[in-house]
């Protein structure tokens, strides 16, 4: 008997724990009641859910409020790309078969059109059209749509997970089997063999309305030749027609059948997707041969968009188009929404290491990856969250932590038995007799595993320090790997001729011919390495992972010095409050662009949570002064990721003729308790050190007891 399918709530409770938040609201609704009676009302539920990155709501109400929750989570679930595997089916054949009835639902049962289905969309906007192009969609809209047929898709070809274009061959060999269907020979339309009957229209048309008003969108083109820039696309969608009609028009497309989709990008709560024209290829109808032929002796390898594949994690062909337009299950229109330069840079500066640090501090241009760990002082996303925020956006599988227990007896590792003898032992009896409640004789270590989405290890971190608290070990090592990776890609973005990658180095083991396979895009688009062949990229040698200390910068100089000297200065260690501002200055005053600020902004001297100029001015003034400084320029990328409105202004500024300023005021210093300002001026702390010396010298004086 096959196993009962999961709930959705039980999926997202296996995989994200006590993170999903479910808010149910009860709505009063109006019920038929008997004439001349006050109005009767029953209670019905909508439901509202919240991930880390995610937010999701239920389109409609529900009787139960159980039911409303599993809508909510099941619309998280198709949001997030997962589906319970009791319904996945375990062969290619099996899925392949479901994939042909899959399609065919679409169109043969007409209560899919009254469904909140984002395919009703696009379908509710054909059929307002007469004569053969009623109810014809381009065949791309259903993969785009919907998380099952990707899924099925990925089973009969794990390949289809990184290639819309092959996913586009799967579907159109498909939906020729599939039966109540018409597929067009020369194009990739699909619409149902009968007419729809009013009925069914009317509720599609109800449902999906349609677009009554000229609507104006921006997006980003990514040409495929790097080189070139980036350009901003304006987007004039009109007359209720289909949009990606529109979208054709601008990648010069044949029609909108034409257009490939890919997967959603950035957060799973958005629909930016990347749109491009198909290559000129021809599909196979068996899946037991090659699915994909191209026509001519054009290599298609040569038309990939290497900028473009590497924001999506999939492989993307010629010019791409970046839009936020589609249709989504919480809307009853088109959903649209502005893309710019800005969003293109913070979608890359989510790909790295820090990035997803900065925005979860929504201080781009301040913020930086601290250096250690601490349960006081850390803000924004744990070093866990992040770390499995890069693996999913670099399309990794998720981080393994294996947590071990370790026996981690002060005196027993200090003094052992062996070598002290029976005096030695009874005095460490003494002491544990009057040891506090409080000491735990255990600690424990914790290792990291980053793989492929095959499963491949590609790094494998083993910390040698040990932490008294499980968790402790879990967030430590897991910033020891970020800060790993975040110096690789800098190394990246700096000039050179050789590429280091170690294979072996502080507790890292680097597995390097699956690392640069699973980062050969990321090369080929930070490519300053002068490698052209991504395989010469693995030459041996460290680079530095020294990560307790940092560069101190203390020559800022400051401008513009206001407030009296309280005499409270932050100090090492201590948790500062500040309120900032950063501003981009034209050199000749013309024009000031406020890029980023922050009435409260919290961090801990000492740890490298900020920029080194910005950390040096701050602990020049005391609590309640403020002053000026002018801050070494940013990355280009940085900048225009804290644009905003301003990324198509900033974007053709020249460096030479602008410069960063930052203007600060302490607001508030938390002096650290005294064991935390031991721990960080010495190491190991001097509790430590003054039990290993009264140990040592009980020893050599061959102490048998302790005085009273």
Known sequence: MPAAAPTPKAVLHQRFGAKVRYTVEEVKEAVGGCPGLAPQTRSVYRCALELPGLSVATPGTFVRKKDAEQAAAQIALDKLGIQPIANIPSTPEEAWNELITRISGFFIDENFLSSTHPLVGHLSVTLRRTGDLIGRVPLSAIAACDVKVNTLCKVIDPK?????????????????????????????????????????????????SGTSDPVEVEAILVPCVLEDELKIVRINLRDNE????????????????????????????????????????????????????????GDINCQVNKRASYISGQTIYGDALLANIG??????????????????????????????????????????????????????????????????NQRLSEPLFAVSRVSCDMLTSAVSSEERGAPAKSVENQFNDVRTDKENSDSFKCEVKICSRKQEILLEYSASDTWSKESDAIQNSALKVLIWFNNYFKQINTKRDKLYLSECTDGFKIHPNIFLQEFVMCLSVYGNTGCNDSGMCSAVGPFSMDTLKKHFESTTTLTHIEGPDSGVFPSHGSLTCISYTASFVMKDKAKKYLLESHNEFEFEIGTGAVGNQLESCVTQLSVNQSACFVAELPPRDLILAAASEFSHDLSNVSRESCFLEFSVKVLQVTEPLEDRMEKALFSPPLSKQRVEFAVQHINELHATTLPS
């Open 242 to 297: 289909h949009y990606m009609s529109y979208v054709a028009e601008k990648l010069t497309a044949s029609d909108s059948s034409h257009v490939l989709v890919s997967r959603t990008i950035g957060k799973a709560s958005s629909e930016i997707r990347l749109y491009f024209a198909a290559p000129d290829v021809h599909f196979v109808s068996d899946i037991s041969k090659n699915v994909l032929a191209c026509h001519g002796d």
């Open 160 to 208: 289809a997970e990184f290639d819309p274009l092959l996913i586009l061959s799967l579907v159109y060999n498909a939906a020729k089997q599939s039966p109540g269907v018409s597929v067009s020979d020369s194009n990739f339309w699909i619409q149902s063999q009968k007419p729809y009957s009013p009925e069914a229209v009317d509720l599609a048309l109800k449902r999906w």
């Open 327 to 392: 249709y989504t299950r919480r809307d009853s229109e088109l959903h649209t929404e502005d893309v710019n330069l800005c969003t293109y840079y913070r979608i890359l500066l989510g790909k790295l290491p820090d990035g997803n640090c900065k925005m979860s501090r929504d201080a781009i241009l301040a913020a930086e990856l601290p250096s250690v760990y601490s349960r006081f002082s850390w803000k924004g996303l744990s070093p866990r969250d992040l770390l499995c925020s890069f693996c999913r």
